[in-house]
């Protein structure tokens, strides 16, 4: 199983970023991905998930309107389109396997990517 993250970089506040992960090893349907995300100093969160058998997406607050999680099924992708940056959005951000987003946020989930860094500043 393989996850890999990319489109992390620097954008000013206000605006927007996508980020992609792209999986492999594992029947993607099967599964659901979750972001999280880890700013400095500070725990890994929870920031949402979808379940790529029917596109059920689960978002915690914070991002609530302002992010959102889509997945590719053809493509075993799944993304995370951000808008509105915060400077408090700043964090590396993980991409992650599990059978279900139920729960997602207490981070148990099965496989990792190495994450991709997102940078707004203040």
């Known amino acids: 199983v393989q996850l890999v993250e990319s489109g992390g970089g620097l954008v000013q506040a206000g605006g927007s970023l996508r980020l992609s992960c792209s999986t492999s090893g594992f029947t993607f349907d099967d599964y659901a991905i979750a972001w999280f995300r880890q700013a400095p100093g500070k725990e890994r969160e929870g920031v949402a998930c979808?379940?790529?058998?029917?596109?059920?997406?689960v978002y915690v607050d914070a991002v609530k309107g302002r992010f959102t999680i889509s997945s590719n099924n053809a493509k075993n992708t799944v993304y995370l389109q951000m808008n509105v940056l915060k400077p408090e959005d700043t964090a590396v951000y993980y991409c992650?396997?599990?059978?279900?987003?139920?729960?997602?946020?207490?981070?148990?989930?099965?496989?990792w990517g190495k994450g991709t860094l997102v940078t707004v500043p203040s």
């Open positions: 992650a396997q599990s059978r279900a987003c139920f729960g997602f946020e207490d981070g148990g989930m099965d496989y």
């Open positions: 979808i379940t790529n058998s029917d596109h059920t997406r």
